[in-house]
């Protein structure tokens, strides 16, 4: 009953927390979460749970404590110190000695009031009186047996058989007693059956949605499952922070995102959020003042080309292309003029790109005005601008008549152009179109045909052929361009040529190509030729090739330029780390990755963005390895973590890009992600609650989009519009059925139906936002404005929201019948998935899928039945192209929810919002009557609660299972004659002895504590 091992290895760390941070301090503080976190840190959450939850505090709170932390409580409230003979002993005191000095320490304190103390009090005497009551020696100490020696390893993966280690051999009848006793004191054991009804998961994840960050950490910690979960609910919390501040407060961004000294990480992180501003913002004002701090950063005679400048163009594109018509014309305009200033280098077609994607006419201008430009005067991203507006047009004539231009002379006979005109073709090759695919690749074998021009023949079979590898025969006239060209574009065609050369046993070619990349990288400053460069040394290009000498001469290169040329060092990081993944045999290789953890551990150094830098190459280490065993992970992923003992925000970025790289790799399968993103590192980043919140929400973010998806489950999108007001346990209920049965559901409080007069949006997500935060795939659709089903744009832009995900639309039965919207059959819904829940009947969860007015799939004859019945509501499901009807086994309404409160009742609501709900819809004096946790004691009272509806009867099976479990009873009546009643809101469970159901209740024969959610249903 009891697990000793648990019990004695908490005991031996419960002041762990004190210890290590604060020894010095003899009085009540919060060490407890240090406890907590540190040991679970070193690999034993279980221990962690209980030794640091032994505080005063936990024995205030209405949440169940565990027996085991029960035991930790008592005995540290009995273990006095005390000074004898200048000596300090450990003494163990009766309570009733110990309780008063314990008393004076908190009233010291200033946390606990006289009340807390008295009832934390009661509460310990009552304990030790259940102890006495079951023989339980807790007097003479010498009684303890031994060889308890803790065999903690067991708790980090603990298995059911070693669960429970039994001290005192007690009869079947002697345990039932001690746990009914427990049981009204609010004490579970920890059997596998209470921990899976225990509400401390439960109660942790609502913390979190209040903002309590020792929660988030607490979940992290104990039940890793559920990271995806707390991952998506803090990322709500802090963009809901963010946006706030934000707009109260701009010039703190606008000028983070220009001021060079900021990690230029951190400053792409707040363009994105300027960017979301900006789409929820309908200030003109505000929005112009957003648009042009950003198009500061790429737009001029000062431009650095870094990821600032790329992402700050992506983002003003996107941002204007969310504008009016004129106002859009007009900033076209200005992109345009300021692209014809520098064609080759500007930033400006990768803004206009960003409205060629969005919208044809856009794409169709620009096409018209950049077709009559020759190409050799573009420059790549003015290349990459051309192909998308191809792409965007989709019109096979106009490709074709591009892909004819391969044979003109001009593209023949001037290497810029033709170099150009393939890059042109390359994104055409991965349209949707195949008859442009095939445009696209008949321009490409045209100009291979005809062009003498050997790098331009090698680099178009290498773009047709990605395994394509060419032979050395060629490596002196490829090298020989190299050394000589200064167009970017021509460089990348040639690096890229290099890299695909198979050198074999010509090392002293490879020596000299190798050394010619690195030149490169160390000398010129287009940052797309560094990178390609790079990419022909990697692991992919010559790196393999090289024997360990050349390696290792090759490493020494790179590192000299990573350390002392700050251009090249942005892009270098990933290729690095990528050489040491696939070879193992380099000499220096260890000494390398030290020099690299001192750089990133030291506190004193004086260039951030260098250590972010650093960083980077473990990060790249950690997503290039592919054998989990591989020691080198947990040496990258500590120098990961140190840098959180340097800079919160140093360790946000670090970590950000951490999980981007990990989940973006195509080396790793999915299990491996999970294993080396979820883990230990996600719990550890929890561990650190400074930082900095855009950049912990861009994380969240990240983490989100990675893992929320578990592998296998269906990619749909439910979006459960309805009034909310408020939700109830049925609308909870539905969203979770809808979840496992279709897809990931969001869920949005709308005014669909205004003649309710409903609470304000706002107050009615905060309601939906506690209630569904422990349902795994469901969420809230936080945006300011409501989607509104009735606008056929509303759902193309949902569509473009969630990209290649089926978007469904779910319903309430009551809403499809009611609704006038759904009266006309011409309306572009019916061409919409939709999903409509049918709740009426009380149905276990099941589903029935119409297509056309044809079922399709299993068939379920009691939810058939019952649509047969209802002929009207079958005509409109038989006009949808697809539809689901899901039975729910609830079936509650708002407005019963609302007449409750007046009565001063509340239940069919999740038990975390009945406050809120209380204090929303009724006054806090009723808040606190619904909070009540009063125990009936009068037949009378109780028979008006029944006829009230305020109680609910068990069912008879039930009532003959927890009957074997309660202790004996005496002078009990006929088994006919008991039943048991159950009171949602306070959890009282009540036996009582009635002639009938009819008649006035005789006695109330026993009151017990039961879990609400067996019997909810």
Known sequence: MVDSDLVASSAVIHDWGKLKHQPTINRPYSHYIRTQLDTALAGFPAIGSIAG?????????????????MIII????????????????????TLENSLPEIA??????????????????????????????????????????????????????????????????????????????????????????????????????????????????????????????????????????????????????FSLISNPKVLHAARVNHIRVLREVFFL????????????????????????????????AKAYGEMVGDMKDEDRSSYLEQLWEEYNLDKECSYAPTALEQLAKRREDHAKELYRRMSTDLLHTMGS????????????????????????????????????????????????????????????????????????????????????????????????????????????????????????????????????????????LDEDMDNDVKLQALIALGRDGLTRYLSVEQASKVLDSLWRIFYFNQQARKVMPYFIAGI??????????????????????????????????????????????????????????????????ISPQLFELVFQKYVTRVSRTS?????????????????????????DMTSRYITYDNLHSSMVLPAGKSTDVVVFSGTFDPVHNGSEVAAEVVSQLVGDVFMQADDGNPSKNPKAREIRNQIITKAIADQPGVYLWNEPHPFVYRKPEEYAELRRVFKDRTVWLQVGEDRLRQSSFYEDFKNYVYLVPHVVTIREANFPSCQLEFRDGIIVGEVDDNLLTYLQTKPDFMAKIARFHRIKVIGVPTNFSSTEIKNQIQRGVLRNVDPSTRRVIAQVYADESIADHIEQRRVITDAGEFDRRRQDDELWLMPEEQVDNLLTQLPSIADIPPRDKLFVYYDPITGYGYLCYLKSLSHKTERIIQVFNINSTSLEG
């Open 74 to 93: 008592y005995a540290d409230i009995r273990a006095r110190s005390e000074t004898v003979e200048g000596v300090v002993c450990r003494r163990y005191k």
């Open 381 to 520: 991203r003015a290349v990459s601008l051309f192909s998308q507006t191809l792409l965007k047009i989709g019109d096979v004539d106009l490709v074709k008549e591009v892909a004819s231009r391969s044979r003109g002379d001009d593209v023949l006979t001037n290497a810029r152009e033709s170099i150009r005109y393939a890059q042109l073709l390359i994104p055409l090759l991965h349209a949707s179109d195949i008859r442009i695919r095939v445009e696209a690749i008949s321009g490409l074998v045209n100009l291979h045909q005809r062009t003498s021009n050997l790098s331009l023949k090698l680099y178009i079979e290498g773009l047709i052929d990605l395994n394509r590898v060419h032979s050395v025969e060629h490596h002196r006239e490829v090298l020989a361009a190299l050394k000589v060209c200064e167009d970017p574009l021509e460089k990348i065609a040639l690096c890229q040529v290099i890299g695909k050369i198979s050198y074999g046993e010509h090392s002293e070619l490879l020596q000299s190509a190798a050394d010619t990349l690195l030149k490169i």
């Open 667 to 691: 080396r790793l399968t999915t299990e491996q992600k999970a294993k080396r993103i979820a883990g230990s590192m996600v719990r550890k980043y929890m561990s650190s609650v400074q930082g």
């Open 53 to 69: 939850r032994h505080n005063f505090g936990a024995l205030l709170r209405d949440d169940p404590l565990l027996l085991e932390q």
């Open 580 to 645: 040491y993944a696939s070879r193992k045999d380099l000499p220096h290789m260890g000494k390398d990755l030290s020099n690299l953890m001192e750089i990133v551990s030291n506190e004193n150094h004086p260039d951030r963005q260098f250590q972010y830098e650093a960083a980077r190459v473990f990060i790249g280490l950690v997503g290039a390895i592919d054998d989990d065993n591989d020691e080198r992970i947990r040496f990258a992923q500590q120098g990961i973590l140190q840098t959180q003992n």
């Open 104 to 253: 004076e320490k908190l009233r010291e304190s200033g946390k606990y009031t006289k009340d807390d103390i008295l009832k934390g009090n009661k509460r310990l005497v009552e304990f030790e009186a259940i102890l006495r009551k079951n023989n339980i020696n807790i007097d003479d100490l010498s009684e303890i047996p031994d060889g308890l020696t803790p065999n903690t390893r067991q708790y980090y993966n603990p298995s059911p058989a070693s669960s429970s280690v039994p001290i005192y051999k007690t009869s079947k009848e002697e345990s039932d007693q001690f746990l009914a006793d427990l049981h009204q004191l609010d004490i579970l054991t920890l059997s596998d059956e209470v921990c899976a009804k225990s509400n401390f998961i439960r109660s942790t994840i609502k913390g979190i949605i209040s903002g309590d960050e020792k929660a988030s950490t607490r979940l992290a910690l104990i039940d890793p499952s559920r990271i995806p979960q707390w991952i998506n609910l803090l990322r709500i919390k802090n963009q809901n922070r963010i946006l706030k501040e934000t707009t109260e407060h701009p010039d703190q961004n």
């Open 281 to 312: 913002s309908e200030e003109p004002d505000f929005r112009k003042r957003i648009l042009s701090a950003i198009s500061s950063l790429f737009m001029g005679n000062e431009i650095q080309e870094d990821d600032v400048a790329f992402h700050a």
